[in-house]
């Protein structure tokens, strides 16, 4: 059996940053309204803090899901370069139902596959705790959530309301998963964080926020 160790000489070092400190920053700049998370990570043992880059072209065209999220932190046990942490922020101003399923969950699927891709070509075989944020100064999802509860209680017979989320995907699925703690990303379950900004002197959302 042929094993791939850790080189990071596999990778162009245009798409990547090496962090050697505990404190690394996730940024947008886009039209939607600047935002900036301070990220301090707590990890216990030796770490190795790798940020992937954001390029305007995808390296990856083989994809249908070109769409990625803003900021993609690998945290690497650095005793054992075959095992990783994972973490995928998403920033928006304004978070409502369609922004949350037409555009925010597709953006965590791109970037989990961006990722998953550079670990394999990294060396890193093992995924330890994968886990997605999402910051926003403004919640509109309330009156959205609240529609699709009435809706199963109008209907409880409902696959949405006797399957909850098992079976298939729906936008009113992906709705209510707002509320809850974790988030479905390619068939599996993942820990999601929701993080509210606060508005600085320049109109730039900010938060800070300790793994």
């Known amino acids: 059996m042929n094993r791939i160790g850790f080189d990071l000489k596999r990778i162009d070092p ?18 939607d309204g600047a935002a900036c998370i301070r990220v301090v990570f707590q990890s216990e043992g030796k770490r190795e803090f790798i940020q992937l880059l954001q390029e305007q072209t995808s390296w990856l065209q083989y994809i249908v899901n070109q769409k990625c999220a803003d900021g993609i932190i690998i945290d690497i046990d650095a005793t054992n370069r075959a095992r990783c942490n994972l973490y995928i922020f998403e920033l928006k101003r304004t978070v409502n139902a369609d922004k949350w399923t037409g ?30 944020f999402t910051g926003f100064v403004h919640n509109h999802m309330g009156q959205s959530i609240d ?56 109109n730039v959302g900010i938060a800070e926020i300790i793994i």
């Open 14 to 31: 245009k798409y990547y940053s090496i962090v050697t400190d505990n404190t690394l920053e996730v940024g947008e700049a886009s039209q």
């Open 147 to 202: 529609a699709v509860k009435a809706k199963q209680h109008i209907n409880p017979s409902s696959p949405i309301a006797k399957k909850g989320f098992v079976g298939r995907r729906t936008k009113d699925h992906e709705i209510l998963e707002w509320e809850q703690e974790e988030i479905e990303v390619f068939q599996s379950r993942y820990a999601h964080r929701k993080i509210e900004l606060a508005l600085d002197e320049q």
């Open 103 to 132: 555009d925010i969950k597709a953006q965590f699927r791109g970037a989990t596959l961006r990722a998953m891709a550079f670990l394999s070509t990294l060396g890193v075989t093992q995924i330890d705790r994968q886990e997605y």
